[in-house]
């Protein structure tokens, strides 16, 4: 239980507080650790500093997004419990002080200790600084809650776009060291070094601001009962311990696990894919120039994607923007493969959308939660449907890596490689359509009796 100013109680928003207040908080929190998909940027620096492989640079990062859903799953109901100052506050704590010991590791040359650092202790700050802004948005925004949830995650794709300039002006500046030459101190230590401490500042800016509505408040004017006549959307609450008890949370795992697969595929690979396909250019510099470009749009069609698609869920409901994800998605894949390098504007359209839909994934699920489980422990619900994410994590990357390795040691080149994993990709979209589908009202036997009870720390007086 938090104590003192960390306390739920503490934050509890007085009368007449804007609740326009909280998305800035969320977004303090999320634009710093959705640094994460900069890690890149580090990896040349890292490889130089210390000597070490690809492979072996990745580890962080992979460790990272591994941590994040653990994390999430395993302190969920803390979150909650304690309220979303707390858990910023101990978000801000590890993701800063993973940076601080990433550093410490590149000095000491000790990898073993960026590792930890990156992967471990700011992974766990990964995870509880993803789920905590988001649930608060929830309860702030009963009436929008694709749209609040939408701003919050828009921001974690969109941390890189910050991330990423600023990291390679950093490195650019400070300079980095060959393991060869025997040198300390290198440029990448300075830069973790700054990265810990300016990202502490940032987030202190969400859990000094963030605030949690009075108990049976809602927005003025607005009627639940308008939105609890739609389809799959609850009035009732149901735990996290019997969420995970339900078809309905499994039907979503899959849901969420198999559309991340399907677009961290080419996200992850994006610019080797773009040069395979399109490889025709007036210099080696003019193509990777090209690929570094195609980059940069598919990371803005993941943040617009987050919030677009995300706020339309409210007006057509959370079932139906799945279809799109999935069955739209799936279609966009099979011409892709139909027209693999034929068409330039067919394949940079379909890739755009299929990553928009990637990042709409991310933040229409907790809105998808709510409408089945509630808002009782929507938090740590999240938290353990993020297990999906990080198994996509590895399975999306690992079916277009492998598979297109295996084809380049058969002798094929540019599209040929991918048009395997792609027809994998429709399969397993079209897997998770089914999936969608199956997904009904959760039984009444799963829902919180109206009784008295806690709701995090808090006492939850309502009746139905």
């Not at 959705?34 to 070490?52: D, H, N, T």
């Not at 929830?138 to 949830?149: N, Q, V």
Request: net charge positive; glycine share 10%.
């Amino acid at each position: 239980m938090a104590v003192g100013f960390l306390a739920r109680s503490r934050i509890v928003a007085p009368a007449g507080w804007s609740r326009w207040l909280v998305p800035p908080a969320a977004l303090s929190v999320h634009l710093a650790i959705g640094q994460a998909y900069s890690w890149s940027v580090f990896k040349p620096a890292l490889e130089k500093s210390l000597g070490i492989n690809g492979t072996l640079s990745a580890i962080p990062f992979e460790l990272g997004i591994v941590m994040l859903g653990v994390s999430a799953a395993l302190f969920g109901t803390r979150v909650e419990r304690n309220g979303p100052r707390w858990a910023m506050f101990v978000a801000t704590c590890c993701f800063s002080s993973g940076f601080l010991v990433s550093a410490l590791g590149v000095v000491t040359r000790q990898y073993w200790l960026v590792i930890l650092g990156y992967g471990v202790i700011g992974g766990i700050g990964l995870g509880i600084g993803y789920i905590s802004p988001v649930s608060t948005l929830i309860k702030w925004f009963p009436d929008r809650p694709g749209m609040a949830t939408g701003i919050a995650i828009m921001g974690f794709g969109g941390g890189a776009l910050i991330a990423s300039p600023w990291s390679t002006q950093m490195l650019n500046a400070f300079g980095v060291t060959s393991a060869a030459a025997g040198q300390g101190t290198t440029g990448i230590a300075k830069a973790f070094l700054i990265h810990g401490l300016v990202y502490a500042v940032f987030m202190s800016m969400g859990w000094l601001l963030v605030r949690v509505p009075t108990e049976g408040w809602k927005p003025a004017g607005w009627d639940p009962s308008t939105v609890a006549s739609r389809a799959l959307v609850t009035t009732a609450n149901v735990s996290a311990r019997n969420a995970i008890r339900t078809p309905q949370f499994w039907f979503l795992w899959v849901v969420l696990c198999l559309n991340v697969t399907a677009g961290i595929g080419i996200l992850e690979k994006a610019a080797p894919i773009y040069q395979d396909f399109f490889p025709a250019a007036a210099s080696k510099a003019a193509l990777a120039s090209a690929a570094a470009g195609f980059v940069a749009i598919l990371s803005l069609a993941n943040m617009a994607g987050r919030f677009v698609w995300s706020a339309t869920s409210d007006r057509i409901g959370r079932k139906n923007i799945y279809r799109c994800y999935l069955g739209f998605g799936a279609l966009l894949y099979l011409a892709i493969v139909l027209t693999t390098n034929a068409n330039k504007v067919v394949f940079l359209v379909c890739t755009l959308l299929i990553i928009s839909f990637y990042g709409a994934g991310f933040a229409t699920v907790p809105a998808y939660l709510r409408d089945l489980f509630g808002t009782f422990e929507v938090g740590a619900i999240h938290g353990r449907l993020l297990t999906a994410w990080s198994t996509a994590g590895v399975l999306g990357p690992l079916i277009v890596n492998a598979i297109a390795d295996a084809q380049t040691r058969a002798g094929h080149t540019g599209p040929a490689k991918y048009i395997l994993s792609f027809s994998i990709m429709i399969v397993l979209l079209v897997v998770g359509f089914v999936a969608n589908e199956l997904i009904r009202p959760v039984k009444s036997k799963f829902h919180e009796p109206p009784v008295l009870r806690q709701v995090a720390g808090v006492a939850d007086r309502g009746r139905s």
